[in-house]
Structure formats: structure tokens, C-alpha cells
């Protein structure tokens, strides 16, 4: 019982049966935009353990990260941009309006989009490392801002999509649920990932690469792959969300938004399971609640925010289990820890 | 324990304001109508969605807490200038408030994200400012109404005065995104002159040497800029510093100079022309009395976004008198706002066959009145104007 | 020609501008090892500070003052109150902390001051034009701007390389662990810096303000380009964030003057400006994507 109490795995799978339940407790509730609340806090969680792949079990701090969430989203938006007009995108992409075309299209051209800023990212690392994954997500956004023929920056609006399945995705309880599907197969891999070897590599990059390069392992390509994953989750996430939206609007990849996917990562608990997916729904539904209760309500989350940094160590996975009164696990029991308290940048590793 | 203690949080998160509905009355006979307001209240354009509260509250307030005779609540909400947030809070409106009537959005990018669940969900949107040309054309819907204008005659008016005014040769700027590039398109439409030259500025500038130069180096007869909010106040402030104002006149179109955008670039705006649907000078009754109301409520002068928020709340009373205080037949509601029979404050107000403004555009000059920097309005520039994309929409 | 030089002069000038915000950032980041989104709150402070002293007295002195000290105040206690217990965490935890002062200034300047942009005008004996060059006027106010940065730049290289507390903050930025060794008041020597790099957000705030619009927001505006020009310069380098930001100012400037021409002699008018104009954008990150890609530590590494 204690054993099964300790895996993360369990938890998962009670929170997203529990959660299954809100299409039908909400009207019960007399508040049935929760179902629409709850879709938001799925796909965010999706983008928020995307992210959590690179960023907790890897270490690599990318702060562009919305950029795939918004290429996911643009590449719904244009597919279906052109299915409205009839001519085929770039002369010969016939344009859809069907997620089974486009979900797959998004993950494609997010994971491409990951491979090349990727590829040329990863030659540098710490600060360096966050500033470039940035200065791409940026260049990709001021792209959409001047694309004139999508809209530029008043986004496309996504009118009528195909029913997948025979399932129709106006309906708010479908969307849910098949969002919901969608997070519970990503956490599972997610889940697998980190108890493989490939997971286990990550790791040891994060905990000290050089260690990890003299024993032979070509970091460089691991990390690579890692990244191409994790954006390919977080272009599947914007897809998701732009069907939720019915609209996309640079928006998406903007700055603030790959910081919020970090706040969501950090909030929950970095390198843990469901950490992202606690952290995307305390955020989303604390600005949901204090903006509904008065206007100023960035003056009272501001400083939530703060006190969670100064007295929840690893996030409020990390205050669950300060609370709970055990002790943090031992490495080998979770495959991926919190961060060392001060992580080895390499300006600050190098100079001793 | 655990267990207990780490379900109840989960769960709480993820049912968010589910507990707290719980308590919520139903809709009962007698109950206030309940208006929804979706704004921007954060941010650097927070003063825009400030201003549509305000005003919108003190046409409330004049009528003693009703319009139209109607009793009415009005559930305001930031939309923190996020498409995402805008949508969450139409979907709370819609669904556990069902409301009907929404109105306040400010940027047209906002809107995209609002308006198609709005209407498809049989609500009505009374739009107080942004009016894209989708929605005006082929896009454009029964239930969707706009108070202030369609963006395109903003900038029309102000082709029209430069044309006017005599200026052959201008040179034209506004920011890289739609309401920018569509500004532009709308200027060119109804100015005769030659184009000296068109530049597309960034909306995170905060330097506009460059520009200056440019302008300076093509030696126009005039500059038109649209640049709304604090965008437009840096771009004057430094076109008077680059001492180009006292050479190179300017035409702007009303969101470029507003009164809080007057009041923060001071004297140095003196002799700019502009054009606009209403000034807070207007000689009607209806304007003076909210000019009147609004300085002595809110100590401020009203920018045209607090008229149109106004004017707005009026048409909607105007509806409701119509129906009886009721929103649920949207074909009813469709009958009695049509006439726009409310006392508006621009004096002359009509909808168009997309429910869009057909009104009278006006030119102003800022001059010197009393010592203080002034709109000041002058002649008519053009009567009864509409849109041309009303052409393109069938119900 | 006069125009190229012109436009030179305005690249000079933003990143003159960019060099006061950069200058802090970087120490605090070099020495302190701390990721502060909230710089740009700074700037605000100071903005928002010397445009309520400006209105109130009609003095452009006491408002200098007035941005000054409350933009080196609120960083003293910022630094006091809450990034004194972030030293030891790591950027993630910074991150997080700083981007809820951020939510939290922001606000509090709408509760305090309302949501209207402040009106700040240019002081009276720095109005007008003068002739730099023959045939190019420009305003004085901004040749006062690029005299006031250029002098803080030397202020603090004087500062940094010819003093004793400049030692302590060369010795921080390389070697940690050592000065504290010494028995420096650690704790002490970075609220200083902490407050100095505060000092300047905040004078750039105060002399932005005739400029551009102070409003809330206007920090978050800047801030993006001044962690470009940190990284471009090499973090923990004074001499780095001076030449970062004079080239981030020079590249801006000059792209967005001149590549919409060039675009327009291939392509349809308003295409090539809309695209240009997102060209120009980019040119920015662009620049330091390259710079990262050939020296990854920026071009003046603080410590090779």
C-alpha cells in the first residue's frame, strides 16, 4: 500500500479518472464552463510536460517553448485557412479541416520546427542556452506578426471543423475528453521515457554532461532528441488548443507565453510526473478565479507566486511532500528528481 | 490522510470555480438582466478598458441603475489582453451566467477569439469599439452590432481631410499588424494625392528616429500616422523633438489623439488635424450632458472610447425599451435596435444593412484654449458615411 | 549621406539607452548569478517616479533625483526582501520570483498612479535642434542622452577598474567563493550593486520618459532587448553590455531604415513593407543567434 502510495504513476491515473467525471459534474453544478476551463488546463498540462522533458529531466532551460505550441497551432489554423479558400498551401498542400489530417500535420511541422532550432541551440549551453531558444521563438513570432495573408496579428478564426470519428468537437464534454485522452497517452510516455535508458541518460546530462561525455555517450544527440519530442507535445498541445479557440493569433508564441509554460513547470514540480499538470491547472485556475473576483488580481497572483519560490521547495509537488512529512525521495526511486539545488552551468562549473 | 489531503487539491484545481456556483441564484422573473463586459483592464492599453467601464457604468447610473427601464447588472472581466483569458470569460458569461448580451472588447484580436462562440451560442454582441472588416463583409452576423465605427472609415475620414487640406505629397506610417496595414489601405482610398512614403513601424517600438529621419529626407507635404495609445503618444512626442511638426503638418485619425493621448503629449500637439465621429465639444444635448456627467464622476475628460461605451449602452436601452427588458428573442432584439432610436451623443446615428454606423465624420484641430491644449472641432468632412464592405453581407 | 549618418547617430542613441538597463543587469546577473526579469520594473519605477516629481514641482532637477532615488530605494529593498533568498537557487526559481514582481509592480502602479500614461516634457534648456553635422539637425535632448550614457560607461569604468569596491565586483564576477573567503561583507557588496544596477535602470527610466510614454508596461517593452544585449556583450561584462548595446542599437535602427526600401525594389509595395517591417524585427535576435552560434560566451566573456 505504501509503495503504491509512493508512485507518482498511481496518482496520475486517480487525478485523470477523477478529472474524466467534470463534463458531468459540472452541469450538475450549475457551472458548465468549467468543462471549458478544464479543456484549457488539459492542453496546457500537454504543452507544461512537453516542456517538463526538457527542462526538468534534461536540465535544458528552453525559453522558447511557446514557439511550438504556436507552430502546432498555425499549422491547424493554415491547413484549414486553405481548405476555406480551395487553393492548396504553397501550390501543392491540399488545405483540411479534419484534426486526423491536421493533429498529425502539427505534430510534423512542430517536431521539424524543434529539430532545426534544436540542432543549432544545443551547441550552447546555460544562460546562452536560454537566450537563444528565445531569440528563435521571437523571430518565429515577429514572422507570424507579418504574415499578411494569415492574418498577421489579428490570428485566423477556425470556423467550422470536421467531427473526428463521428465524435463532434464543438461539443465542450467531446473536445474534454478527447483532450483529456490525448494528455493521458502523453504522460504515459512521458512516464516510459523516464524510466528508460534514454531517460536515464537525460538525467545523468542534467546532473553533470562532462561526466556523461567521458563515459562515451554522445550527449549532444540525446539532447537533440529530447528536445524534438518535447516540441512535438507542445505542437500537439497548440493544435488541441487552437481547436479549442477555434482561432490562432501570434499570440500563442509570444515571450510571456513560453514563460508561463515555465511557471506552470516550476510551480508543479520540475522533473516530476505530475507536477506540469498540477502547475498548469493552480495557474490557469487561480487567474481564472482571481480575475473573476476583482480586476487587480495580477497584485494579489504576483505575489503567490513569490512565496511559493521562497517557501515551497520543487514546486507544490515538492510542498505536497514537505507537507506530507516525508522525506524527498531518493534519486534512484524517482528516475528524475528536482534539480540540484544549484545547477552546474557550465560558467560557474568551469572556473573552479 | 494523504490520500485525502492530495485528491482535495487536485480536484479543487481542476473544478476551479465549480464550488464557488454552487450558491448561485437561477434566473428569476424579476432579477436584473445581466450584461456581460469583456475589456482590457491590464496592461498598457488598461486606460482604454477603463474608460469603456466607466462610461458605460455612468449611462447606467443617469438612467438610476436601468436602461431602457430595464433593470441591469453588469458583470465586468479583464481579458489581461490575452485572446485565450477573453475567451474563458465569454465562456463563464455564456454558459454559467447565460448571459446574452456581451459587450466592451477593445482589440480586434480579442474579438476574433470572443465573437463566433457569442453568436453561435444565439447571443447578441453590442461592439463599443473594435470592428474589423470581416465582421462588416462576408463574416458579418444579425446578432453582431457595431457602435463605434467600421476600422476602415477611421482612416478614410482622415484621407478625405488630408485630401482637403491641400497636402499633395504625404507620407504615411502605422504599426505592422492588421488594424495598421488595414489603416493604411483605408487612408489611401479616399486621398487623392501622391504617396512621398509608406512605412510599417513595429508595435514594441519605443524609438522612432528612424522614421523621422525618413520623413525628414522625403520632404512630404504632410504625415499621416496611426498609432493608437501609447504607441501614438511616443511617436508625437518625438516627431515634435525631431522639430518636424512645425514643417511637416500632421493628419491623424481619431485613436492616434485621444484626450489622455492629448494630455500626455501637452502643448506640442497644438495645430495637428485630425478627423473623428464626436468631440467633447459637440453642440447636442445628449453630449454635453454626458460630458458633463463623466468630468464630474470620474474628474477626467472622455475619450472617444468612453463616448462610443456610452453611446453603446444607450443603444442598447434603446433595444430594450423595444422589447421589454428582454434579450432571449434574439429576432425581437434584431427588430427594436435597428431604429438606433437613442439620443446619440455624435447627434446624427443610423446602422447600416451589416449593423455598422452610418454617421458624419468631422475634422478637429488641437488648439490652444484657455492656455491648455484643445480638440477643437471645425467642419464636416464627410456625411453619412458607412462602410464598403456592407456590400458583401447577407444575413 | 547626411541621412545614413543621421540614422547612425539614432542607432547610437537607442543603445546608449539599452546600455544603462544592460549595465545593471549584467552585473547582477555576472556577480550574483541572479536571472532578474524585474530590471524593467526598475525602469518603470524611475519613469513613473521622476513624471509624479516633474508634475508636482516643474523641476527637471528634483525630478532626476526623485527617479533616482526611488528607482535605487525599491531595488535595495527588493534585493533585501526577497532576492537575498534566491542567491542559492537555481535561474529556474529566479525566473519564477522575479516574474511575480513583475505582475505585482505592475499593478501596484495601476492601483497607485491609475491605468492613464503620465505626461513628462522635455526640460526647458534641452529643447530644439542643433546642427551635429552639415545638414543634419538633430535634437539636443538626445545628444543629451548619448553624452549622459557615455559618461555613466566611463563612470563605471573607473569605477570597476580603478577602485577598491570595483575590485570586490571584478573579484565577485570571476571567482565567488574567494572574495567571500576574504571576509568582504558579501551581503553588503551586492545590495550595493544590486541598488547601483537599480540606479541606473532607473536613470534610464527618468531620461526615457520626455521620449517615449510612461506607462505601465513599458518595462517589459525594453526588457527582452536588454537581456539580447547582455548575452551579445557576455554576461558580467560592463565593457560587453556598452558595445552589445551600441551594435543592438545600430542593427535595429538600421534595418528597419533601410530594408523595407531594399525589399520594395524587388517585390510589390505594401508586401515588401509588411515583410520588411518583420525583417527588421527580427534582425535583433537574428544577431544574437549568430553571435551565440560563433562565440557562445558573448563577445567580451567576463571571465575567459
Redesign the interface.
Known sequence: MRNLLRDERAWVVALLALAAFIPVLAPMLDSPATVGLATRIVIYAIAASSLNLILGHAGLVSFGHAAYFGLGGYAVGILYAHYGSGEPFLGFIPGSNSLLVTLPAAILVGGIGAAIIGALSLRTAGVQFIMITLAFAQMLYFLFVSLKAYGGDDGLAIRRVAPVLGMNLRDAATLFWLCLGLLAVWLFLMDRIARSRFGRVLAGVRQGERRMAALGVRTYFYKLVAFVIAGMGAAMAGALMVNYLRFVSPDMMAWTKSGELMIMVILGGLGTLLGPVIGAGVLVALEYTLSGITEHWQFIEGPILLLVVLFARGGLMGAVRQLAGRRAPAPEAVPAGELPPRDALPETATHG | MILNRRGLLASGAALGLGASSLARPALAQGAPLKIGMITTLSGAGGYIGQDIRDAFMLAIEMEGGKLGGANVQVLVEDDGFRPGQGKQVAEKFIKNERIKLLTGIIFSNILGAVVGDVLDAGGIYVSPNASPSNLAGKECHKNFWSIAWQNDSLHESAGQLATNLGQKKMFILAPNYQAGRDALTGFKRLYKGQIAGEVYTRLDQTDYAAEMAQIRAAAPDGVYQFHPGGLGITFLRQYVQAGLLSNVPMTLAAPSMDATTLAAVGDAAVGINLTSHWNSDFDNAASKRFVAAFQQKYNRMPTYYAQQSFDAALAIGAALKGTGGKVDDAEAFYRAMKPAGFESTRGKFSFGSNNHPIQDWYALKVESVSGKPALVTKDKVLTNHGDVYAAQCTF | MA?LL??LL??V??GV?LFLLAAGLTLV?GIM?V?NLAHGSLYMVGAYAAAVAASATGSAIVALLAGLAAAAAVGMVVEYV?LR??Y??????Q???T??????????I??LL??????V??PEAL???VRVLPGV?Y?V??VAIIAVGLLVALGLYVLIQRTRVGMLVRAGA??REMVRALGVDVRLLYTMVFGLGALLAGLAGVM?G????V????G???L?QT??VV?IGG?GSVRGALFGAVLVGLVD??L??YV?GLLRQVMA???A??????????GV??L??LV??VK???LFPA?A
Do not use: K
Request: net charge negative; no cysteine.
Open positions: 541621412l543621421e540614422q539614432n542607432g542613441q537607442l539607452t546577473f548569478g536571472i526577497v533568498r534566491l542559492a537557487r537555481d535561474h529556474l526559481d525566473v519564477l520570483a516574474f511575480g514582481l513583475i505582475l505585482f509592480f505592475n499593478e501596484g495601476v492601483l491609475g491605468r492613464q500614461p503620465l505626461f516634457n522635455v529643447r530644439g535642434t539637425d535634437p535632448y538626445r570571476t571567482h526615457t520626455p521620449i517615449l510614454s506607462q505601465v508596461g513599458m517589459e517593452q525594453i527582452i537581456f539580447v548575452v554576461i535602427t538600421v528597419r531604415a523595407p509595395g505594401s508586401e513593407d509588411a515583410l520588411g517591417a518583420g525583417l527588421a524585427s527580427m535576435y537574428l544574437m543567434a551565440l552560434l557562445p560566451r558573448g571571465h
